[in-house]
C-alpha cells in the first residue's frame, strides 16, 4: 500500500490495531497505535476503544486503565462501549469493587449506562460472588424502568444457578410471564443445567418436556445439558433415552458428555444397556 504511495488514514491503522488485538498480539497493536500518532493521525475513541478492548481481552487492566486516562487526558469523553469494556475487564480479573466504581463515575460524567452496562456488571457481580450487590443492581434496574428483554435475565438466572440459588432461580423463572417476557432456549438450557447440578433431575426432565409444549425447541446445547445431569447421577434409563433423540436429531455429544461417558465406561460405572448403545453409535460413527 504505502509501496504504491498510499497512506495509510485512522481507519485503515485501526484495521491494523483490531486484527492484532484479535490475534492476541497487544505488543504489535500498541506499535502500530503509537506509529499512527507518529505519523500525525488524529486518534479517536475508536481507536483507543479498540486497544483498550485489547488490553483487557488480555487481562492488562492496569494498562487498559492508562489507555483510558490517557485519551481523558487528550480531551476526549469515553463513550458506553469504553466504559463497558473497562468493567468487564475489571470484572474477569477479579475486581468488582473498582468495577463499581467506574459505574458511578460513568454515570457521574453524564454517561447513561445501557442494559450491556448492567448485564455485564450483574453477570460478573454474581461471578465474583457478590450476590447482595448483583440483586441490589437488578432491583436498581427494574426501579429505572429500563426495558429488561430476556438476555438481561438470562445473566442473572444463570447466576443464581451458578451459586446454588435455584429456589431464587425458579421464581424468577416463573415469573418470567408477568414481566411480558418468554422464556428462550437459553432460559430453558440454564433452569435444566441448575436443576440438575442440585440433583432436581425430576425437574429438570419436566422442564425439557416442557420446552416442546411452548414451542421451544431443545438444540444441542440443551440436549448436552440434560444429558450430562442425568450422566452425573448415573440415571441410566433415561440417559440412554435422551441419548437416542439427540442421535436422531442429528446433534452430536460435545466433549464434556463424551468424557463422562468414557469415564463411566472406563471404570466399569455404566450398565450394559449404556455400553450397548455407545458401541452402537461408535460404529455407526466409524
Not at 504511495?5 to 490495531?17: E, R
Not at 432460559?187 to 421451544?216: H, P, Q, S, V
Request: glycine letters at 6%.
Amino acid at each position: 500500500m504505502v509501496s504504491k504511495g498510499i497512506q495509510p488514514n485512522v481507519f485503515t491503522y485501526g484495521s491494523l490495531i483490531d486484527g492484532y488485538c484479535l490475534q492476541n498480539r497487544i505488543d504489535e497493536a500498541v506499535k502500530t497505535f503509537d506509529k499512527m500518532v507518529r505519523k500525525g493521525c488524529s486518534s479517536s475513541v475508536v481507536s483507543y476503544n479498540i486497544l483498550i478492548s485489547g488490553y483487557c481481552k488480555d487481562k492488562r487492566i492496569d494498562e487498559a486503565m492508562s489507555l483510558f486516562r490517557e485519551m481523558t487526558n487528550n480531551g476526549m469523553i469515553p463513550d458506553f462501549v469504553t466504559y463497558n469494556t473497562l468493567i468487564g475487564g475489571f470484572l474477569q480479573v477479579g475486581r468488582p469493587k473498582t468495577a463499581q466504581e467506574l459505574l458511578h463515575k460513568m454515570q457521574g460524567c453524564g454517561q447513561h449506562p445501557n442494559l450491556q452496562t448492567y448485564a455485564i456488571l450483574v453477570d460478573g457481580l454474581y461471578k465474583n460472588h457478590h450476590f447482595p450487590e448483583a440483586i441490589a443492581l437488578f432491583h436498581e434496574m427494574e426501579d429505572k424502568k429500563l426495558d429488561l428483554d430476556i438476555v438481561v435475565y438470562n445473566v442473572l438466572i444463570d447466576g443464581m444457578c451458578n451459586v446454588g440459588k435455584i429456589t431464587a432461580a425458579r421464581e424468577l423463572f416463573n415469573a418470567l410471564p408477568t414481566k411480558g417476557l418468554q422464556a428462550d432456549v437459553w432460559t430453558y438450557t440454564i433452569m435444566i443445567k441448575g436443576l440438575g447440578k442440585e440433583g432436581l433431575l425430576n425437574e429438570a426432565r419436566e422442564l425439557f418436556e416442557k420446552m416442546e409444549e411452548n414451542d421451544c425447541q431443545p438444540d444441542h446445547i440443551t440436549y448436552n445439558t440434560i444429558i450430562q445431569g442425568l450422566l452425573q447421577h448415573n440415571e441410566i434409563s433415561w440417559e440412554v433415552k435422551y441419548l437416542q433423540i439427540m442421535v436422531n436429531k442429528g446433534f452430536l455429544a460435545n466433549a464434556t458428555t463424551i468424557t463422562i461417558l468414557i469415564n463411566l465406561l472406563t471404570t466399569n460405572q455404566a450398565d450394559k444397556t449404556l455400553q450397548d448403545f455407545f458401541s452402537k453409535i461408535c460404529v455407526k460413527d466409524f
